[in-house]
C-alpha cells in the first residue's frame, strides 16, 4: 500500500515536498516513481528511483528543478519540488515498480497510491 501526502497550494517560484509512504518489508525491492495528471489531461511520467537510490530519471519539464529520492529503512520516498510553475499544477500520484528498475510507462508500474493535489498559483 502506499500512501502519498505533501500536496498543497504555493506561489510560482516555491517549493513542495511529496512523501510517499509504502507498508511491506520488501520495499527495497521495487523501483518507484511519481506521475501527475494535470486537469483534462492525460496522467504523465515525473521521475522515477531505481530499488538502490542510485539511479534515477526525470521528465525534460522538471530536470534540474525537482529531485526524486528515497529511504529504504523508512520505506518512503520523497519528491522535493522547487521553482514551481503554475503548469506543475496537477494531482501526483506514487507508483511502485516490481524488479527495481525504472520504467517511464505507467502500465509498468504494480501499485499505485491516492494521488495528492498540488495547485501552484502565478
Known amino acids: 500500500q502506499l500512501q502519498a501526502s505533501g500536496g498543497g497550494l504555493v506561489q510560482a517560484g516555491g517549493s513542495l515536498r511529496l512523501s510517499c509512504a509504502a507498508s511491506g518489508r520488501t520495499f527495497s525491492s521495487y523501483a518507484m516513481g511519481w506521475f501527475r495528471q494535470a486537469p483534462g489531461k492525460e496522467r504523465v511520467f515525473v521521475a522515477a528511483i531505481n530499488w538502490s537510490g542510485s539511479s534515477t530519471y526525470y521528465a525534460d519539464p522538471v530536470k534540474g528543478r525537482f529531485t526524486i529520492s528515497r529511504d529504504n529503512a523508512k520505506n518512503t520516498v520523497t519528491l522535493q519540488m522547487n521553482s514551481l510553475k503554475p503548469e506543475d499544477t496537477a494531482v501526483y500520484y506514487c507508483?511502485?515498480?516490481?524488479?527495481?528498475?525504472?520504467?517511464?510507462?505507467?502500465?509498468?508500474?504494480?501499485?499505485w497510491g491516492r494521488g495528492t493535489l498540488v495547485t501552484v498559483s502565478s
Open positions: 507508483a511502485a515498480r516490481g524488479g527495481g528498475y525504472v520504467s517511464r510507462s505507467d502500465f509498468s508500474y504494480d501499485f
